[in-house]
């Protein structure tokens, strides 16, 4: 491999510009991340997007915000425009937990030191270019600004805010995958038309005075939202204002939304159709180092590259459409999936690099098990309205077939310097039952879940039902809890057939949307049952543009307007959250008048019998034999490991 020189990475100062002999920018990019120069780090991709459209583009990563701004000011001005991002995470998800404590670590920091990137870095660093540089027009973009671009609730600071464009001061916002909308954005500028004039490009959102007349295109219809000022008087026309953002995000052929803000209107205009396989795999085919920038070197490692070092993004999307997940937000609910070709391209760079010991540890994406799923008929998918294609059930339209994936996999397990590929990414179990992915071939689904429990994990399997009891799963759009036992006995099958002795890890939420005490207990006595004991589980966090999230706020299911209740309190919270840990000293009081109280001693003799520890011994250690025995220690698992047995002590003689 050849050795990395500096100018193969974006300029971040002024001596790497000279180096390049450039007199002046066309571009300059802020971003809240450290610069990593990879495809799975969304400043490095708009840079290099940027740099293939011909532009001269600088970065400057986690500038300080605690000083005299120099580094707002060290590049100078660019001939076309800032470009300010929050960074790869929302920066309140970065800085807090779902209790609202400051994290003691930032993932996309060398040594994941904290105080790098301040809370609303987007609007922050926006505000000071536009103080700056009132005449340079500002660009925001990334999952941020994505995900902030209308009236949204803010749990960090628990409140109602309008869209980021006027908290940031910002003068356009592009929301989503970046590519298509800045490569339009680029041809006009290019062309000498005012960055002022771009009103009409797709997924872009722009602010204009109240009286201004909307921009004209002939192919657009118009839907109007509730304004700001209603939202923040009333939560129901808040959560009603949802169902329409979140059908029109995910709709190929959109409406342009229109929402007054204040004395100004926010013009969210229709997003581009999926992207093709050319269009990804040019993104993904441009010239990364793949690395972080030198300047990082005595810093230590970046936390978040070395979890992705050596590994592949597949595709982008997700149709699965969760309430408590943003992905379909950001990334959209059909699927754009890279070539065979493009993938194994990049598996050779990464095989050659300096470092590399063999192991691919991720070969996967939103959802590990959705490369090139598309609907059969193309036309159905333009006029669906429905924000997920397996929710309630999976849509007759899609196919789901997984022999793409399996021939993937088998041509990447080829390449002759990879000893083993690992699927990092979660997987969707409910696709793999029959009983749920009714239309799909049951050989089919079970040769792709063999080629992944005998060639692509180690020791353990991620999954996630998130849930056991119905109407919370229903609310989450995720199936019954019934499908994971079904999945969970085609895993034991093969697991005992090919005697690996793996070890099937699902993860669960606490605290969502729609879920009482019961629920939690019921959920906690039915995961014991099947021999599991839960040592960590996520709490719902409250992010913008779910409907989780919107419920959360306003008690109102945004597609519905019923009123839903959420445990919002931190002694709800906490009472859920025990329920995990009934088999902890400290929570057996508590959980046995909790049930005695609701009159749920059924699952009361589940959780804590009479017999106390003989009773659980026996069942847990007959219910887990087959799936513990042997199985690979976890480091980071939500589930404690086998029962070890206490050795007995030799006797020894006394020493005299």
Aim: hydrophobic share 35%; with cysteine; net charge positive.
């Amino acid at each position: 491999m050849k050795t990395n020189k500096l100018t193969d990475w974006l300029p971040t100062t002024k001596k790497e510009i000279k180096i390049r002999g450039w007199e002046e920018l066309d571009v300059i990019l802020f971003s809240g991340d450290a610069y990593v120069d990879h495809p799975s780090f969304g400043p490095a991709v708009i840079g290099r997007i940027l740099e293939s459209y011909g532009l001269k583009v600088a970065i400057v990563p986690q500038p300080s915000v605690n000083d005299n701004l120099q580094d707002f000011t060290k590049l100078g001005i660019p001939k076309l425009f800032f470009a300010v991002t929050g960074g790869c995470m929302d920066p309140m998800v970065s800085n807090y937990t779902a209790s609202k404590r400051r994290r003691d670590k930032d993932a996309y920091t060398p040594n994941g030191d904290i105080g790098f990137r301040p809370d609303y870095a987007t609007s922050v660093y926006s505000n000071i270019l536009k103080e700056k540089f009132p005449n340079v027009p500002v660009l925001i973009g990334g999952i941020e600004a994505s995900l902030r671009r209308v009236t949204h609730y803010d749990y960090w600071s628990d409140k109602l805010m309008p869209t980021i464009l006027e908290t940031s001061k910002a003068d356009m916002l592009v929301y989503g995958m970046g590519e298509q909308p800045l490569r339009e954005i680029v041809e006009l500028l290019q062309k000498g038309v005012p960055f002022s004039s771009l009103k009409t490009i797709k997924q872009t959102a722009v602010l204009l005075e109240r009286e201004e007349a909307l921009p004209k295109n002939k192919n657009w219809e118009d839907v109007e939202i509730q304004s700001h000022e209603v939202c923040l008087k009333d939560k129901k026309k808040f959560a009603s204002n949802f169902k329409v953002i979140e059908q029109e995000s995910n709709k190929l052929r959109a409406k342009r939304i229109i929402q007054g803000v204040n004395k100004k209107k926010l013009v969210i205009n229709p997003p581009f159709p999926t992207m093709l396989e050319a269009e990804i795999d040019a993104s993904f085919d441009l010239p990364y180092t793949r690395l972080p920038h030198p300047k990082y070197n005595k810093r230590g490692p970046i936390p978040a590259f070395e979890m992705i070092k050596f590994s592949i993004n597949i595709h982008r999307g997700c149709f699965g459409g969760c309430s408590f997940c943003t992905i379909s937000a950001h990334q959209g609910k059909f699927i754009a999936s890279r070539s065979q070709e493009s993938v194994l391209k990049e598996v050779d760079k990464v095989a050659n690099m300096p470092d590399f010991k063999g192991y691919l540890s991720d070969i996967g994406g939103p959802s590990a098990n959705m490369y090139k799923m598309k609907g059969k008929v193309q036309s159905i998918c333009d006029k669906c309205v429905a924000p997920s294609c397996i929710s309630p059930v999976i849509c007759s339209n899609l196919d789901t077939s997984h022999k793409p994936l399996t021939q993937l996999y088998q041509a990447v397990d080829k390449h002759p310097k990879v000893k083993k590929s690992f699927i990092g990414s979660g997987i969707r179990h409910d696709m793999l039952v029959p009983e749920f992915n009714k239309n799909a071939d049951p050989k089919e689904l079970d040769d792709y879940t063999e080629e992944v429990m005998t060639k692509h994990i180690s020791g353990r399997l991620k999954v996630a039902p998130e849930h056991t009891s119905d109407p919370v799963l229903k609310l989450m759009r995720k199936p019954s809890f019934k499908y994971f036992h079904k999945f969970k006995e085609r895993f034991d099958r093969i697991n005992i057939k090919k005697d690996l002795k793996l070890q099937l890890i699902p993860y669960f939420i606490s605290n969502h949307p729609a879920c009482e005490v019961e629920d939690m207990a019921n959920l906690a006595a039915e995961t014991k049952d099947m021999g599991f004991q839960l040592e960590q589980v996520q709490g719902f966090t409250p992010t913008p543009m779910t409907v989780a999230t919107v419920i959360y706020y306003s008690g109102y299911h945004p597609y519905t307007l019923k009123p839903t209740k959420t445990p919002k309190s931190k002694r709800e919270k906490e009472e859920q959250h025990r329920f995990f840990f009934w088999y902890k000293k400290e929570n057996k009081d508590w959980i046995r008048k909790t049930l005695n109280k609701v009159g749920r001693q059924d699952l009361l003799n589940v959780l804590l019998p009479e017999t106390k520890e003989k009773a659980w011994k026996s069942v847990n250690l007959k219910a887990v034999k087959n799936t513990f025995d042997d199985a690979v220690p976890a480091t980071d698992s939500n589930f404690s490991k086998k029962p070890r047995r206490k050795k007995k002590r030799k006797l020894r003689p006394k020493r005299r």
